[in-house]
């Protein structure tokens, strides 16, 4: 039973570039979340997708585009990439099936340099 | 919105011994959750504990969501104890998941 898979693992972008991260979720979740933890600090919230919609959105910027398909995978869009940017992008999965934990990937660590 | 504090910040064990970690929050929760992240950043989820006690091996957990804090307790620490423990909570009614800033623990063999 595959867990929560992201890619790519590392990525290295330049200042304005644009830049997509993609998550497959559990088998048997449908719930995407995509957080971002710079270095020294905790996850932060970016948003959470179900049903192909984005459910709740932290304090993110529109910079930041999400979008899940009909299988429940999903990707993280990032347009005109900020030195500050710079971070671990991590995905979460869980069911919308009762109050159930969430399962987070291994993360894509981005730098932009 | 909902805040969240974990203490202490860091931590500093001799191997052996043993320690309790405290998150404490602002709002009624229905879900929370105690992570280790280790050095490589995986994020292992330890206990999904919105409320009562579980154990797992050396480490247990309890959650009072009526006084808004949960404990992690790690008995007889080893070096691979060492990471980052965080907390992670969610309102009730709401889908957005808050971590907490971490206790940073390492363990000296």
């Known amino acids: 039973d595959a867990g929560v898979t992201q890619s790519p693992t590392h990525l290295i972008k330049t200042r304005g570039q644009q830049v997509t991260l993609r998550c497959s979720p559990k088998?048997?979740?449908?719930?995407v979340s995509w957080y971002q933890q710079a270095l020294g600090q905790g996850p932060q919230f970016i948003f959470q997708?179900?049903?192909?919609?984005?459910?709740q959105r932290g304090n993110f910027p529109d910079r930041f585009s999400g979008h899940q398909f009909p299988n429940y995978s999903s990707e993280l869009n990032v347009n005109a990439l900020l030195l500050g940017d710079s971070a671990l992008y991590l995905c979460?999965?869980?069911?919308?099936?009762?109050?159930?934990?969430?399962?987070f990937g291994d993360g894509t660590r981005l730098s932009i340099l | 919105g909902i805040q969240v504090e974990q203490s202490p910040p860091d931590l500093i064990l001799q191997e052996g011994a043993n320690s309790t970690l405290r998150c404490n929050f602002s709002?009624?929760?229905?879900?929370l959750q105690w992570f280790h992240q280790n050095p490589w950043g995986q994020l292992i989820n330890l206990f999904y504990?919105?409320?009562g006690t579980k154990q797992n091996g050396r480490l247990s957990a309890t959650t009072v969501a009526t006084e808004r804090y949960s404990l992690l307790y790690i008995s007889s620490s080893q070096t691979t104890d060492s990471g980052v423990y965080f907390c992670?909570?969610?309102?009730?009614?709401?889908?957005?998941?808050?971590f907490g800033a971490g206790t940073r623990l390492f363990v000296k063999a």
């Open positions: 979460a999965s869980s069911s919308q099936q009762g109050s159930q934990p969430q399962h």
């Open positions: 088998s048997g979740h449908d719930t």
């Open positions: 997708y179900y049903e192909e919609e984005e459910r």
């Open positions: 709002d009624s929760v229905n879900n």
């Open positions: 504990i919105p409320s």
């Open positions: 992670a909570v969610r309102n009730t009614g709401g889908f957005k998941t808050i």
